[in-house]
């Protein structure tokens, strides 16, 4: 597969754990759009996470990648989608769980990913979609997990998307 950017590389050729949280908020969910996956510098939408770390709980690991990329507190909730992603030359195991704010009121902000330079980060914004607002989008766009809501409430119907 030929990237749109170098900086997938990295995660070519193994496979990686990843963790996510699903988080809420008045009907909306907050979702991070990554580069590089798609032609033409389309974003990919997905919830906020990352690889899981020798020597954290998965649990931890949500939190941290929270932290990291939105810079918001949260507990993670409850398992509600295991997927298996495979594109090309990447391939990952996905858990993601719900994301239960330590403020429900504090606002997020775009983060960093320490694998990268300030000048090469994967992340380029974040923003609140509703499902009809995630509809809209080319499905390329959109992780599967969160692809076909009509609800928010549809987040949490557990899911395991395996090949």
């Known amino acids: 597969m030929a990237y749109t950017?170098?900086?997938?590389?990295?995660y070519a050729g193994q496979v990686?754990?990843?963790?996510?949280?699903?988080?809420?908020?008045?009907?909306?969910?907050?979702?991070?759009?990554?580069?590089?996956?798609?032609?033409?510098r389309a974003p990919f939408w997905s919830p906020p996470g990352g690889g899981w770390v020798f020597g954290e709980s998965l649990r931890e690991?949500?939190?941290?990648?929270?932290?990291?990329?939105t810079g918001l507190a949260v507990q993670a909730g409850r398992l509600?989608?295991?997927?298996?992603?495979?594109?090309?030359?990447?391939?990952?195991?996905?858990?993601?769980?719900?994301?239960?704010?330590?403020?429900p009121k504090a606002q997020p902000q775009?983060?960093?990913?320490?694998?990268h330079a300030p000048d090469h980060q994967l992340l380029t914004e974040l923003a609140w979609f509703s499902p009809r607002q995630l509809l809209a989008l080319p499905p390329a766009q959109v992780h599967p997990v969160l692809?076909?809501?009509?609800?928010?409430?549809d987040v949490f119907v557990p899911q395991q998307l395996l090949k």
């Open 147 to 153: 692809r076909g809501l009509l609800s928010v409430d």
């Open 5 to 10: 950017d170098d900086l997938l590389r990295p």
């Open 80 to 103: 509600l989608h295991l997927h298996e992603f495979q594109q090309g030359e990447l391939q990952a195991l996905e858990l993601f769980f719900e994301a239960l704010p330590d403020d």
């Open 16 to 40: 990686r754990v990843r963790v996510g949280g699903l988080l809420l908020r008045e009907g909306t969910l907050l979702l991070a759009a990554h580069r590089g996956l798609l032609a033409g």
């Open 61 to 69: 690991a949500v939190r941290r990648e929270f932290r990291e990329e």
């Open 110 to 115: 775009l983060g960093h990913d320490p694998e």
